[in-house]
């Protein structure tokens, strides 16, 4: 990494793990390091699952101290997955705790909104897929446990935006991250005012949204004196994590291509230049998320490898490559639905779940951890080729190749049952690629490279993996 080069800290959270990372763009490639990485995982208690947010608030303050030992910084800037928020009161001092979006208090809650705002109303105003886990059924299943607490709620934040509050001393919301809602206009790149208030919320608890690869303003002197990132600026990249992925896929445009982002979600889908609100889009129950530039992410979100990492923890977690080698070698013709409600719930007793679900579909069960293992991934390429298919569909369109980014990327097992699946070819990499488009918009931000060109970057930074259709499959 030049010394001349400014250089850009990534705050990523993920819903498994996060990390810190700094790198800089040297000559038209993009350079990094992870130095700081900590484990995330959801609480229970009582009855439901809260994320522990002020340890990754303490883990992210460790890293940044990390990072500052190697020189100055020109800026940071964060993402984190979607749907979860936190409230804050007038004082902006937060309200209760962070709910998981796993948490099962959501059961029911559209039921709840039925009478008000029909599903066809819901989809027209916001294009989003109807998911438990939305920011919309949590809120008011939030509302039903506690009424009272919206009495002193004056402001709602995604999980970024309340990192970037506590950094900066800001408040805003970023447009990738609230468009997970379901409480946003994908149309007028807003929040959807009329539905917020149909539901039975204040609008002016929603803050004023910024775009992608806005400058927030410097560290508060508390957090620059504690980290040593004096001169810092914060910038808010595309702040939800996939949206920073799809930023940095290596994708050139004389293909028509789709792209997977593999992790505990698959996230499947394409680039267009518009919301799809059709009804078509509806009954595909597809989403409408925001993208870098005004771009629309239309995909559907799937269950991902967190069947894979609930079940290696129920196996008292093996090796991964070892676990990997050993399900290459396995022989099945096993899948199950890997979008099931079955499986939506974290828990140790996955591997009698699966089992479960495939005697009471006849199917042959697993009778190995390598067994289980190729039959999640041979099921998660199933999945990744319905929901392509579908995608395209709707869109009107026809991928021509795949683009698989994030930590599923680096298994050649899966990337090969998504091309066997597809019938396409498949492009593996980079395996931190929300890292990178985090690090890459910021550098576009502050006029290291220019608007626009994070991909050609990523195109001479990342080591790519190339994966056939196999004539057989």
Wanted: overall charge negative.
């Amino acid at each position: 990494m030049s010394a001349e080069a400014p250089r850009h800290v990534a705050i990523d959270l993920g819903a498994s793990g996060g990390r810190v990372a700094c790198g800089a763009v040297t000559e038209g490639v993009l350079d990094f390091e992870i130095v700081h990485r900590f484990p995330n995982r959801p609480v229970r208690l009582g009855r439901h699952l809260y994320w522990d947010v002020l340890r990754l608030w303490q883990e992210i303050r460790d890293g940044l101290r990390k990072v500052a030992r190697g020189g100055a910084v020109a800026s940071l800037g964060v993402t984190t997955w979607g749907v979860d928020y936190a409230l804050l009161d007038a004082d902006r001092v937060p309200l209760g705790m962070v709910h998981c979006y796993r948490d099962e208090r959501t059961a029911g809650a559209y039921d709840l909104i039925a009478p008000r705002l029909p599903r066809e109303a819901i989809y027209a105003a916001t294009g989003i897929q109807f998911l438990p886990i939305n920011t919309l059924p949590q809120l008011v299943a939030a509302r039903r446990d506690a009424p009272r607490l919206f009495d002193h709620a004056a402001h709602l934040l995604m999980l970024p935006d309340l990192l970037n509050f506590w950094l900066t001393g800001r408040i805003v919301a970023e447009h990738t991250n609230a468009s997970t809602t379901q409480l946003y206009d994908p149309v007028r790149r807003g929040w959807a005012e009329a539905l917020i208030a149909a539901v039975g919320f204040d609008p002016a608890m929603f803050p004023e949204l910024v775009e992608p690869g806005t400058v927030l303003g410097p560290l508060l002197p508390e957090i620059a004196a504690d980290t040593g990132l004096q001169g810092a600026v914060v910038v808010a990249p595309a702040t939800h994590d996939t949206a920073s992925a799809v930023a940095a896929i290596p994708a050139a445009d004389d293909l028509p291509w789709s792209y997977v982002s593999s992790g505990t979600w698959c996230l499947t889908g394409i680039e267009v230049t518009a919301p799809v609100l059709t009804a078509a889009a509806r009954e595909a129950n597809v989403t409408n998320e925001q993208g870098v530039r005004g771009t629309t992410r239309l995909l559907r979100n799937t269950s991902g490898l967190f069947l894979l990492q609930e079940s290696m923890r129920g196996w008292g977690d093996p090796p991964i490559e070892a676990l990997l080698a050993a399900a290459e070698k396995v022989a099945t013709d096993t899948v199950i639905d890997a979008e099931d409600p079955l499986f939506l719930q974290p828990g140790m007793d996955m591997p009698a779940r699966i089992a479960r679900w495939c005697a009471a579909h006849g199917r042959r069960a697993p009778e190995s951890e390598a067994a289980a293992t190729r039959v999640i991934l041979n099921s998660l390429g199933e999945a990744i080729a319905r929901t392509l298919r579908m995608v395209d569909r709707v869109a009107d369109r026809r991928s021509r190749t795949v683009h698989v980014v994030g930590g599923g990327s680096r298994m050649a097992l899966l990337n090969q049952a998504i091309a066997d699946a597809v019938g396409l070819e498949v492009v593996a990499g980079p395996v931190e690629a929300t890292t990178s488009g985090n690090l890459l918009l910021q550098a576009e931000a502050l006029g290291v490279i220019h608007a626009g060109d994070a991909r050609a970057v990523m195109r001479r930074s990342a080591a790519l993996a190339r994966y056939a259709p196999r004539a057989e499959a």
